[in-house]
């Protein structure tokens, strides 16, 4: 029997109505000739009502209670929803995670899958069950112990039960109906795309379009699991919402595949650092010490004379979020103070914003950084720093002209027209 | 060590302060040399939340998924206690029922325990954790599902923890004092009991003295646990509240420890009932089909003659709760048209109270029973039906001299006065 597995955000089974919305979904795949694993998530708000309380406790909470306290939304939403199915007709049973047993490692709050056994889910499918409704988000430690995956882990469990059981797919039933080649709140021009290689959707995830977690991603493009991303709220079919796939799935791809930007950026410039080997670890490791999320990082050497000698100095350049620029400022400062760099000024510029494009088809196209510089130009757009990797370029630019820097790549790279 | 355990429930740990009001409560107890286990409740009003969807979702609910639901209350309370007495400074860790794990049968929604292993809790208190926090009113089946012990299982966990540990007390925190020597609302001479024995506490209970269940009192007879009712929201020492125990430990008791009432009883009489062997089930097995209730049971035989001859008749005089008249009185008429049973008239009075006397001394004690009438005469109150048992004298009265008879009980048995 062919399996799937469809996994509901807390959106979607925000209350009984929505939960029966999306068994109704369920129901159907049923009838396609599907077995099917149900992945839910808390009901909307019920996760942050148990967090608050916990926080509330205890600020510096035991883990271990804290996942235990957590965990008991997706419990609730697995059993209405199992309920819910038996009541239109559909064999089913709920799974909290330590019935499976999902195993994890101990690191409460953000715990690692180590294996899902297939046995007592398998054998009640050979019993005639239809649906197993599996509790999001959580595991079982070698401790006996509940432990949550962190925020989003809803995600991974579905991929991890795909991965598990051969599904021939893994249904993202979220709040919106698929991936977009970029913010549509930000050009109306945008297109839902009707498949997306893992690759450029973790670059996508990574720069903003919080459609899917991560890490989840990272899961589905390790064990080949397909991903489709689509709406609860709309009536879909096989072709519906955004397929994330393997890119030999996708046959011709254009050189960009989607525009992606994050507005809170900062950047930061050490001018004048002593360029010398060891440089960047005394930069970077106090910063990773101080919780800073370095994102870009750009390095000039350049030669100065000094007192009748020649050193080779550069200016390192990096950003980080807007937020964490007072804590990236006090571990540099700290640094110089006690000796582990030399700087002369650290200058910040906390009005800049990144836009990235994203695409594949960029390692067979060339042109492609060409062509946005020259788009960005166009529009009067200065470029303040750029990094690439295989499939993306970014700019830092002014925040100012963040929407049109996305406008005006969007309609360079011709990503309305459809692929 | 010596140990204790202490019981919470919903309205105790309503909330974040009045959890943390209850921690402060078991803290003292560890400060006083004990290892303590807590058994607590849902937060009130979140079971009936949870019974609520399950019950929109679906009216003829699977009860391991109803149990899968509804079990997550105490989950969530057992964690926030649990981090509430670290906070303080006490070494607490929380079990859910499959941790334990705490045995049952597979009687979902109203299972009754098998065994609790002490093997995982002892080992914690062996490393030195003081207080282990168990969510009550659940455990796990033989086929690894959920099950909860149905309302008031809370209790009983309780008792059965006290039991399978060898506590030296299990006390119940509640939102009442004490046990009176009757409702404190209908007489303004109640008394608070120091001590109550066993059974009377089983007669007081299922008389309407709600405030254990009677379950949990059967169990801590059985095993001789000694249970102590007081009150969360007043301070508290050794000789709080009603300690409820064997009657080797009330040294001397007076006659009557306490005067129980229920107000909505009614009273059914069959007239003329033919008097042969079986009779007595021909009705009360139908009654019992029909999901009555049936208290007090009294019968008088006579002979009448009929046609030259003498039969043995008898009217057959029941109570039952007033809204399962209706109830009661079809199962009589379908009984009487499928021959099962005769009779002549069947007679309803819904306008009756039962009001009992309660003591063990009355196993000592002589005329309580004269006693008893000669103050209802003394009221000009008719008695309508009696029945006795070895520590319970119950009658069933006019309703509306049921508070009456109340306040003259416990006057002339001088309740009042202090044991």
Redesign the interface.
């Known amino acids: 029997m062919p399996l799937l597995v469809m996994k509901f955000g807390g959106t979607s089974v925000a209350d ?1 109505e929505r ?1 029966a919305n999306a068994a109704q979904k369920v129901k159907r795949e049923v009838a396609r000739g599907y077995d099917v694993i149900v992945i839910v998530s808390a009901m909307s708000g019920r996760t942050n009502e ?1 967090v608050g ?2 926080e ?3 600020p510096l ?2 883990a ?3 996942d ?2 957590v965990s ?2 997706e ?2 939403t ?3 929803m ?3 199915l ?2 239109m007709g559909v064999p089913a ?2 799974w ?1 995670g ?2 499976v047993p999902i195993q994890t490692t101990s690191q409460h709050a953000s715990a690692r899958f180590v294996d899902i056994p297939r046995d007592n889910i398998d054998q009640k499918f050979a019993e005639g069950m239809k649906v197993a409704v599996v509790a999001g988000f959580q595991g079982v430690s070698p401790e ?3 432990t949550t995956l962190g925020r989003g882990g809803s995600d991974t469990t579905a991929v991890a039960f795909a991965a598990a059981f051969g599904a021939e797919r893994c249904d993202i039933y979220t709040d919106v109906d698929g991936i977009y080649t970029t913010d549509p709140r930000i050009s109306t021009k945008a297109r839902k795309l009707e498949k997306i290689a893992f690759e450029e959707m973790l670059e996508l995830a990574s720069l903003g379009a919080k459609v899917l977690q991560t890490r989840s991603v990272e899961l589905a493009m390790r064990y080949k699991v397909r991903l489709r991303v689509l709406s609860s709220f709309e009536d879909s079919d096989e072709n519906s919402g955004t397929l994330v796939c393997d890119e030999e799935e996708i046959m011709e791809s254009k050189a960009v595949s989607g525009v992606a930007y994050s507005r809170d950026e900062a950047k930061l410039t050490l001018v004048t650092v002593e360029d010398r080997p060891g440089v960047a670890s005394a930069i970077f490791g106090p910063l990773a010490e101080a919780g800073v999320n370095v994102d870009m990082i750009v390095q000039n050497i350049s030669e100065k004379d000094y007192e009748g000698r020649t050193f080779a100095v550069t200016d390192m350049t990096f950003s980080c979020p807007t937020n964490q620029v007072a804590r990236a400022r006090k571990a540099m400062e700290d640094a110089r103070a006690n000796g582990q760099i030399a700087y002369e000024e650290l200058v910040e510029d906390t009005d800049v914003a990144k836009v990235s494009v994203v695409g594949i088809g960029m390692r067979s196209h060339t042109g492609v950084a060409a062509k946005m510089f020259q788009a960005l130009a166009a529009e009067g757009i200065n470029i303040k720093v750029i990094t690439t990797s295989e499939i993306k370029i970014s700019v830092l630019i002014d925040r100012k002209y963040m929407e049109l820097a996305v406008q005006a790549l969007h309609d360079a790279f011709e990503l309305e027209a459809g692929a």
């Open positions: 009984l939960i148990l309380w916990v509330e406790t205890s909470y035991d271990r209670e804290y235990a306290v008991s939304g419990n609730v697995a059993g209405l199992s309920l819910t038996q009541e049973r709920s909290q330590w019935q006996g112990r509940i």
